[in-house]
């Protein structure tokens, strides 16, 4: 009769014979879990070493994966419940609390209250004391900076989500970048008022307010956006107003969230590198825990990376013809049968005056210009899907297979595709 005991989540096949049962190690704590007719199943118990509850409403999955994998990793028992009540243990005893911001005020008094030690994960009430650990805003702006002004913008605008300090820092990133190369950011109005625990809105004027603001922004435009919800709304709000994206203004958002993807234009934002925060924020609060002296700074997190979706992938041009090339070829690189007569015929030009206008607005032939597009793709996939295989990047980019995505890959970046997805990694 088989028999076979749990011991950290692996049942470990053992010997009987004559109804003995013969166990190779001393297994205290044996619990019986089944008994089959021919099967005989034994769990050993075993706790965990602390118990921490998550405080959270409306926790973004990467930061919550960030906290279950150091969890997994000391053997944490993370207590789940708030996210489906949305209300704090009463009398919790457990070792200590992680909360994902934001949360409601009275959550986090409540908090306080358990008289365990916590710790933040995110942007929030800098008056708050907790200790935290949130994105790098300042760095997050400076990133969207680079990225727009490596596309040939040269007039920029920013969208705030609020009037706190996460929206202050990260414009202030943002005009620190586009400063070094002279150039200036006009600044929206803000999608959302808070006069002390309450929100104002008015979606109608806001709307209004903001689609005037558009139309009398110059052509073409960048916006960048405090996060995604924002950007999502500044699409729409283009859209209201006639303007093309990114033809005429491109927008980047922060978070690299669900809304990129449901805008009805994707989205290019900052990965802020949420698996990271909440990763780090575990850290500290078992430091805590360990009797670590606790620092008032907060920990600082850098973005990992831009995640370039249709909404910036195009060079600024002056050319609305060429600008509807740029945006015919980051709609359709992934189509290996793409052809710059077929990109001609698209935009009306012929193809000797598309190729002439190509190369005086971007500096380079189209058929450069698609393989920067796929390479970048290419770079963004790799370290996205660690796992991917060559043959499955090349389908997803336009290239014909494995050998061509590798032959390609090492003439535009000088390395090969596993060792740059190293490199990223490291980088990360």
């Known amino acids: 009769m088989p028999v076979a005991i749990d011991r950290d989540s692996a049942f470990v096949p053992l010997r009987a014979s004559r109804g003995e ?31 921490v509850l998550v405080a959270a409403s409306m926790a973004p999955v990467n930061c919550i994966r960030g906290l279950a994998r150091y969890a997994r990793e000391h053997d944490w028992h993370l207590v789940l419940d708030m996210m489906f009540t949305g209300v704090v243990p009463r009398e919790w005893r457990g070792d200590g609390v992680l909360a994902v911001l934001p949360l409601q005020q009275d959550i986090l008094s409540a908090l306080q209250s358990l008289g365990r030690p916590c710790v933040l994960c995110g942007d ?39 009037n706190d300090i996460a929206n202050r ?18 600044v929206l109005p803000p999608a959302h008022t808070r006069i002390g625990p309450y929100w104002q809105e008015n979606w109608t004027e806001y709307r209004k307010t903001l689609v005037d603001e558009i ?6 435009t960048a ?73 008032t700074e907060p920990v600082r997190i850098l973005p990992k990376a831009i995640v370039t979706r249709v909404s910036t992938n195009v060079v600024a041009a002056t050319d609305p013809r060429i600008a509807r090339a740029l945006t015919f070829i980051a709609e359709n690189f992934p189509n290996n049968m793409l052809t710059v007569g ?56 336009g290239l014909s297979g494995a050998s061509t995505f590798f032959r390609t890959f090492r003439r535009y970046y000088g390395m090969s595709p596993q060792a740059h997805r190293g490199l990223r990694s490291t980088a990360a």
């Not at 044996?30 to 034994?42: D, E």
């Not at 916006?223 to 990114?246: K, M, Q, R, T, Y």
């Not at 290019?268 to 002296?293: K, Q, T």
């Not at 189209?366 to 393989?371: K, S």
Request: aromatic share 4%; glycine share 8%; proline share 5%.
């Open 215 to 220: 139309r009398r922004l110059p052509r073409p």
């Open 342 to 397: 077929e990109i001609a015929d698209a935009v009306g030009m012929s193809r000797r005056n598309l190729e002439r206008g190509f190369r005086q607005e971007t500096g380079c032939s189209i058929h450069e210009y698609i393989v920067k597009v796929r390479m970048r793709e290419a770079s963004r996939l790799l370290q996205a899907h660690p796992r991917a295989k060559s043959s499955e990047i090349a389908a997803l980019i």
């Open 169 to 186: 820092e990260r414009l202030g990133g943002f005009q620190d970048r586009l400063a070094t190369d002279g150039c200036l950011c006009r």
């Open 21 to 51: 049962i013969l166990i190779g190690a001393d297994l205290p704590q044996l619990r019986l879990v089944a008994i089959g007719h021919y099967n005989l199943m034994t769990r050993a118990t075993q706790r965990s070493s602390r118990k």
């Open 124 to 162: 929030g009430d800098p008056s708050l004391d907790f200790p935290r650990v949130e994105p790098d805003n300042a760095s997050i702006g400076r990133l969207a900076a680079v990225h727009l002004i490596e596309r040939g913008y040269r007039n920029f605008a920013w969208a705030p989500f609020a």
């Open 223 to 295: 916006i960048f956006a405090a996060n995604d919800s924002v950007a999502a709304n500044i699409v729409d709000a283009c859209l209201d107003a006639g303007a093309e994206i990114p033809e005429e203004i491109a927008v980047i958002g922060v978070g690299d969230s669900i809304a990129c993807e449901t805008s009805p234009v994707p989205l290019s934002s900052v990965d802020i590198d949420l698996e990271s925060i909440g990763y780090r924020a575990a850290a500290l609060l078992d430091n805590i825990l360990e009797g670590s002296c606790l620092s």
